[in-house]
């Protein structure tokens, strides 16, 4: 099993920037795809910014331009670097992570626990 352990989350005003991190807990085999989705409360969870195959990445329209997903592999973990934040990016931001642990079994799906992101006006 995998474990993915995120952090940053806070409270800023909106204009400021927060830096997340999401941590594997241990080596993945194959990566199929890992990033950030959130939820806002009496909102659907949605994509924020994914690494998919490879290195191609996913965001979100509406945060195009102000955030930037990217990886560190030595270290397992993916960081979402979010500048000019809006009230609107308050959310419980989820990492999530689809990935085979060998190359013997089927590919699985992993959440963390979720960082509260809050940003005032």
């Known amino acids: 099993q995998v474990q993915l352990v995120e952090s940053g989350g806070g409270l800023v005003q909106a204009g400021e920037s927060l830096r997340l991190s999401c941590a594997a807990s241990?080596?993945?085999?194959?990566?199929?795809?890992m990033g950030w989705y959130r939820q806002a409360p009496g909102k659907q969870r949605e994509l924020v910014a994914m690494f998919t195959s490879g290195s191609s990445t996913d965001y979100a329209d509406s945060v195009k331009g102000r955030f930037t997903i990217s990886k560190d592999n030595a270290k397992n973990t993916v960081y979402l670097q979010m500048n000019s934040l809006k009230p609107e990016d308050t959310a419980v931001y989820y990492c999530?992570?689809?990935?085979?642990?060998?190359?013997?079994?089927?590919?699985?799906?992993?959440w963390g626990q979720g960082t509260q992101v809050t940003v005032s006006s």
């Open positions: 999530y992570a689809n990935a085979k642990l060998n190359p013997f079994v089927r590919a699985s799906e992993w």
């Open positions: 241990r080596t993945i085999f194959s990566l199929n795809a």
